[in-house]
């Protein structure tokens, strides 16, 4: 067999580091930073947002037991919880109006 040869070392794959790159200047905050994403099945589920919440850690063990048994994803057992809620909510209090914009 023959030698390998390793002459070229690290620069060889990593190119040449000596080169100063231009470094891109901070980009601009969006004025919004919410972003909402169009569900695969958007005119059965209409626009989804993302939304972090604090939640119980034994409730979201059974929310999570809840989808794996159920074969759903955890943001469909989370929508359906919230739909129900709604519902139980409107038949007790009427309709909910839309609460003022900061």
Excluded at 63 to 83: P, Q, T
Aim: charged share 35%; glycine share 6%; hydrophobic share 35%.
């Amino acid at each position: 067999m023959g030698k390998k040869s390793f002459s070229g070392g690290l620069s060889s794959l990593l190119g040449d580091t000596n080169k100063p790159e231009a470094i891109p200047a901070a980009a601009e905050p969006k004025e919004n930073s919410k972003k909402t994403v169009q569900a695969p099945q958007a005119d059965a589920k209409g626009i989804e947002t993302r939304a972090t919440f604090i939640v119980q850690e034994e409730l979201l063990e059974k929310m999570r037991a809840i989808a794996y048994w159920d074969r759903m994803l955890l943001k469909d057992i989370v929508n359906d919880a919230f739909e129900s809620y709604i519902t139980r909510y409107e038949k007790k209090n009427g309709e909910i109006k839309e609460a003022p914009k900061k």
